[in-house]
């Protein structure tokens, strides 16, 4: 055991040093997003600017079919914000064009063997979150960890991911590490007590053993799972008090009257919205007794911040990448990046009903990750171009 240990660590070495200079800002970019959120800004904003201010970087961004889109987001970003005079907005504005601008440098550089390499950094990394969360839990006292990542609802979005991710690595390498890994960050999604994530993922699962496995064997080892996980917070008292009628009730409360707000404003002005972040600045101006930082739901958090100008702008960017994704030659040859992308997706869309998980810098970028596969087939056909003419030249 030992042995395979240090001959993986080993492993691991060696590719790091086969890395190219993009490739290494990028693994640090993602070790980052484990790392506070002051913390997790550095490296990224950094790879930003680098990749701004690079010809050759510009270049091949400028070459990713929907660059343009992203270039001139901005202005969907920041005029609503402006006209609002919602200053914290616009900063908010610019950071997810920033966002955006960092996906488009991972789409021009991402390959296979890259992309299932940061995968497997990240499952390695979640367990050390996984740890921290079971001190946070245990040792600290919180009801709810957050583990690393600033916020409970945050960390059950991250769960989520992990599970995925580690799904497809197990496969494609059929490894009980990557089990083990599974396994190890369901139980931390009942210590992050996020309700959400519960059914997002389960959905999820369940979606993936019916639509992608179509297997019986796979539909009742999920199911299995779910009831095991039910069983638990319905009768372990340590993470069933939140299912309590009067709590659930008020939750529920809660979200209503959060979304009833958010469809008032958003009549007020649906064509540019208020700005990023609006719903907080909706209750300063209001005098809300408290401050909640979005609408509590994703497609109605999209209209309030940009208006239906923004959610007709996220959706044809969905459909650039989903036009990518079914393109018969991304199917046959990257199959399992494309299921993983719209699990990931799917539990993203289901999480979003009652919250919104992406507006975190850590889960954006890591979801910012996931979508980066899809930029595979292009670059692996660039780069077997380059090797062929390489390969001439020196004939």
Same mark, same amino acid.
């Given at each position: 055991m030992i042995a395979k240990i240090?001959?993986?660590?080993?492993?691991?070495? /060696?590719?790091?040093? /086969?890395?190219? &200079? =993009? /490739?290494?800002i990028i693994t640090v970019c993602v070790m980052a997003i484990f790392l506070p959120l002051q913390l997790v800004s550095v490296p990224a904003l950094f790879a930003v600017f680098r990749a701004l201010l690079n010809k050759t970087i510009r270049e091949k961004m400028t070459a990713v079919s929907f660059s343009g889109?992203?270039?001139?987001?901005?202005?969907?970003? &920041?005029?609503?914000?402006?006209?609002?005079?919602?200053?914290?907005?616009?900063?908010?504005? %610019? %950071?997810?064009?920033?966002?955006?601008?960092?996906?488009?440098?991972?789409?021009?550089?991402? &390959?296979?063997?890259?992309?299932?390499?940061?995968i497997d950094l990240v499952l390695i990394l979640s367990l050390f979150a996984m740890a921290y969360a079971i001190i946070d839990k245990f040792f600290?006292?919180?009801?709810r960890t957050e583990s690393v990542f600033s916020n409970a609802n945050y960390y059950g979005y991250m769960i989520e991911i992990f599970v995925i991710l580690a799904l497809y690595r197990y496969e494609k390498r059929h490894s009980t590490g990557y089990l083990i890994i599974l396994f190890a960050n369901l139980g931390g999604i009942l210590l992050c007590d996020c309700r959400t994530a519960w059914a997002a993922l389960g959905v999820a699962l369940l979606f993936y053993a019916i639509h992608y496995?179509?297997?019986?064997?796979?539909?009742v080892i999920t199911m299995l799972i779910? %009831? %095991?996980?039910?069983l638990i917070i319905l009768n372990v008292p340590l993470f069933s008090e939140r299912l309590a009628g009067d709590v659930l009730d008020n939750d529920v409360d809660k979200r209503s009257k959060i979304w009833q707000t958010a469809i008032e404003w958003i009549k007020k002005q649906p064509i540019f919205g208020y700005g990023m972040n609006s719903f907080r600045e909706i209750c300063i101006r209001t005098?809300?007794?408290?401050?909640?930082?979005?609408?509590?739901?994703?497609?109605?958090?999209?209209?309030? =911040?940009?208006g239906v100008i923004g959610l007709a702008y996220f959706s044809c960017m969905i459909g650039k990448i989903v036009s990518v994704l079914n393109k018969p030659q991304f199917c046959v040859s990257y199959g399992a990046i494309r299921t993983l992308i719209m699990i990931v997706a799917l539990a993203t869309m289901i999480h979003g009903v009652t919250d919104v998980p992406v507006l975190g810098v850590q889960t954006s970028l890591m979801l910012v990750l996931v979508i980066s596969g899809c930029s595979v087939e292009r670059n692996e056909r660039v780069f077997k171009r380059l090797r062929n003419f390489c390969e001439i030249n020196k004939a």
């Open positions: 240090k001959y993986k660590f080993q492993r691991m070495l /060696e590719r790091g040093a /086969e890395l190219s &200079t =993009d /490739e290494k889109y992203i270039y001139i987001s901005i202005f969907i970003f &920041t005029f609503p914000a402006i006209m609002f005079r919602n200053w914290f907005g616009l900063f908010g504005g %610019v %950071v997810i064009w920033l966002a955006l601008i960092f996906m488009l440098y991972l789409f021009s550089i991402m &390959t296979v063997r890259f992309y299932n390499n940061l600290f006292g919180h009801a496995k179509r297997s019986v064997k796979w539909v779910a %009831v %095991v996980i039910m005098n809300a007794k408290r401050i909640r930082w979005h609408a509590h739901n994703l497609i109605l958090n999209v209209i309030l =911040d940009f």
